[in-house]
């Protein structure tokens, strides 16, 4: 294998074979994993061990049966159980045929989601494929096979502490057999005809009763009353708003009879308004304004009348929310129970413009340099929060083809943990029933991704045991939205998110520093101002804030979570607090000083490293000092992960994209996975003669143990490197005093 360095602006430098050339073209290059000396095979058992690697084993983990405690429910701005103590969830996204395991796959799934401190599961597209067993699948219900399967699973779920977020409306099919006209003509999903057609309304509350009052028969219980069900999202990704400008939906030129009926109750809202429409000029600016407002009624009215019977017609008692914020106005979803978002990065993208599994590309970049402005997709989440409520985040992810995806869910997490948001999912665990692959799926799945399961312990540590502590809310950004200014800004722009756009590059940076969101002047009850400084504009920013971003180095205001953008492409995540610490950026020859550790790392493909560090099992009171707590620390390092035999390369005439795609000459690739050897030099304060470390198995267990240095003031020193061959290691700190 030739090993070389091909930089393009600073977003790809690989390991490449032999076929690379001084082309200045990315796509003559090509990345290639094969075993080596730098790559070898490791990728985590699909199994729940009982040893440090598993979540589920460390103290302050409650793994009793969901709901154990109760329904779910929101006071103020967080979830509480049923004894009223606050609560977050970390999880996943199982989706569309991953829904429908055999048993024995059911309780195999439930095992490993358990490993990893995984205690919420989406369960997402569960309407979408049927398997082929020869029963007739209707407009609006679940048919038996899914449903057995379905229920099976949701009842492992429940039994290994792990709680469900219920989906109600993605991509019903609404098709000819129940009386839709033109069904095959209609948009994407239906999306939007589906909030203001009566029939497919009443097929959706059909389609609730049916499954929300069937009885579970492996739980005893009905879905409305089981308290494993902690949150329900009545349609995905769904408005009339966001569907009327989309251009993929060509709502205006919907097929008859819709946009009869679309125009006639335009019509009857104009003279409702105006008396009559005659001499109105229905092409001005006012009636784009008007219109954007006749959409914000069909939005409120739709979402109100589902919420209302599903949460008092139907008697469900978990948290309801209607769909993602961005896809229409803030002030519907501000009436439900929490407020939810989706948010990716580098997402993928598709040549022939509609998904296509076998040809697609993405934008090869690192979230840490994050083009335009620091953490975009973090903080434009952040900044649409509703204030007053709970924030859930239930799609989040980088493609594991981006060579950086480690960094997402970690960052994520402390962001999430900081912002005192209440739910994270990262899109998905599985979207099919190839639960025990041994390959990585190049866009989302997370159940392969070493690289992505490695760190994951570390989020469930800084988000639900709270390693990471919220912010004061004594300083907030609080941006105004009020339906008047935020219909204008929809006509205006034509756009469904248009009302959540900010153009201040600072005031968009503002929540890696301070709490931040939304502040919905409808419902001033939602959140009080009183004793907090309050930020709506640039000039409230407090003159060190303004001075941090100008300098490219920002701090979270409890000085746990930095933001380094400072090299030219070389920007910089850490998380540093008692119990866990993370490092997630490119090398640049640069050491990176925590308390009571100091980082170096060698020189890696990519000049990149994720690393995480978290104590199993923390004392009850907090450990002073700036040196390690006794415990088992679970250690995890990553740099390039890959399929064996995997050919990536560059998308001619789209600098900075990448694909495996086969039609771009690219190539997914089989198993194993391979994981990158990362040479890096951890030194820990104090702990000379205290400290021992192990090299892990992908089953958690020790394999042997590293040498550990002892250095001239008494720290300990750790190395790293390829030839542990794992990504995993356990550093166990012996108490001062033994005795």
């Not at 069900?229 to 919907?254: G, H, Q, R």
């Not at 599985?430 to 041994?438: E, F």
Request: contains cysteine; charged residues 20%; proline residues 6%.
């Amino acid at each position: 294998m030739h090993i070389g360095h091909f930089i393009n602006k600073g977003i790809i430098t690989a390991v490449f074979l032999a076929t690379a050339t001084s082309h200045t073209s990315v796509a003559q290059n090509v990345v290639g994993f094969v075993p080596s000396d730098l790559f070898f095979p490791f990728q985590p058992t699909h199994t729940s061990p009982g040893n440090i690697t598993d979540v589920s084993a460390w103290s302050g983990n409650d793994r009793r049966p969901a709901g154990s405690d109760g329904f779910i429910s929101v006071e103020g701005d967080h979830f509480v159980d049923g004894k009223g103590r606050e609560i977050r969830f970390i999880g996943t996204n199982i989706g569309m045929t991953g829904c429908f395991p055999e048993h024995e796959d059911a309780e195999q799934l439930a095992l490993e989601l358990k490993r990893y401190g995984i205690n919420i599961v989406r369960l997402h597209y569960v309407s979408h494929r049927s398997p082929k067993e020869g029963y007739p699948v209707k407009d609006s219900f679940i048919e038996p096979l899914q449903l057995e399967r379905f229920d099976y699973l949701f009842a492992k779920l429940k039994e290994q502490g792990i709680y469900t977020y219920f989906q109600l409306n993605i991509a019903r099919k609404f098709g000819r057999m129940n009386g839709v006209e033109n069904a095959h003509l209609l948009p994407y999903y239906k999306n939007g005809i589906d909030n203001v057609d009566p029939l497919m309304i009443s097929l959706q509350k059909r389609f609730h009763k049916e499954i929300l009052t069937h009885v579970n028969p492996y739980t005893g219980l009905s879905y409305k009353d089981d308290p494993a069900v902690a949150m329900m999202e009545l349609a995905n990704e769904n408005s009339i708003v966001n569907a009327w400008y989309a251009p993929k939906y060509n709502f205006p030129n919907i097929v008859e009879p819709y946009r009869t009926r679309m125009r006639e109750r335009w019509e009857a809202w104009l003279r409702n308004r105006y008396g009559s429409i005659e001499g109105l000029d229905l092409e001005s600016t006012s009636r784009k304004r008007d219109y954007a407002e006749f959409l914000y009624g069909l939005e409120s009215s739709y979402f109100s009348d589902l919420y209302f019977n599903v949460k008092h017609r139907l008697g469900v008692r978990c948290p309801v929310t209607g769909t993602q914020l961005g896809y229409g106005f803030n002030q519907p979803q501000a009436a439900t129970d929490f407020c939810d978002m989706h948010g990716y990065w580098c997402h993928p993208a598709f040549p022939g413009g509609k998904w296509n599994n076998a040809h697609w590309n993405l934008r090869n970049g690192a979230l840490v340099n994050s083009f335009g402005h620091p953490a975009s997709v973090l903080t434009a989440m952040a900044h649409s929060r509703i204030l007053g409520k709970p924030f859930t985040v239930s799609e989040y992810d980088h493609p594991n083809l981006n060579f950086y995806c480690a960094e997402g869910n970690l960052m994520l997490s402390a962001m999430g943990a900081f912002q005192n948001w209440s739910a994270l999912m990262q899109f998905a665990w599985i979207l099919d029933r190839d639960y025990d692959r041994d390959y990585i799926r190049p866009m989302f799945d997370m159940c392969s991704a070493t690289q992505k399961l490695a760190h994951f312990p570390a989020c469930w540590a800084m988000f639900v045991r709270g390693d990471v502590k919220k912010g004061s809310d004594g300083l907030v950004f609080a941006f105004p939205s009020s339906a008047a200014a935020d219909i204008q800004a929809v006509a205006r722009n034509g756009a469904a998110n248009a009302h959540n756009r900010l153009d201040s590059e600072l005031l968009k940076s503002l929540p890696l520093s301070v709490l931040s969101g939304r502040q919905i002047e409808e419902q001033p009850g939602l959140f009080s101002e009183k004793g907090r400084k309050i930020i709506r504009e640039e000039s409230d920013v407090p003159e060190p804030l303004s001075r941090a971003y100008s300098e490219k180095l920002l701090k979270s205001g409890t000085g746990e979570i930095l933001w380094d953008w400072r090299e030219p492409d070389g920007g910089v995540f850490m998380v540093d607090t008692e119990r866990t610490k993370v490092f997630s950026g490119f090398v640049r020859g640069r050491s990176f000083l925590f308390r009571g550790m100091k980082l170096t790392p060698g020189k890696t493909r990519s000049d990149w490293l994720t690393l995480s560090l978290t104590l199993s099992n923390p004392r009850e009171t907090s450990f002073r000092g700036n040196i390690l707590q006794p415990g088992s620390w679970l250690l995890a390092v990553t740099g390039l992960v890959g399929n064996t035999d995997e050919k990536i390369v560059g998308v001619e005439g789209s600098p900075g994209k990448i694909s495996c795609s086969a039609p771009d000459g690219g190539r997914v690739g089989t198993g194993p996975v391979l994981c990158e050897g990362v040479e890096a030099e951890l030194v820990f304060a104090g702990l000379g003669g205290r400290l021992r470390c192990y090299a892990l198995d992908p089953g958690g267990q020790r394999k042997f143990e590293l040498p550990v240095g002892i250095g001239d003031s008494g720290e300990a020193v750790v190395r790293t490197g390829p030839q542990y061959r794992t990504v995993w290691y356990e550093i166990a700190v012996s108490p001062l005093n033994p005795d």
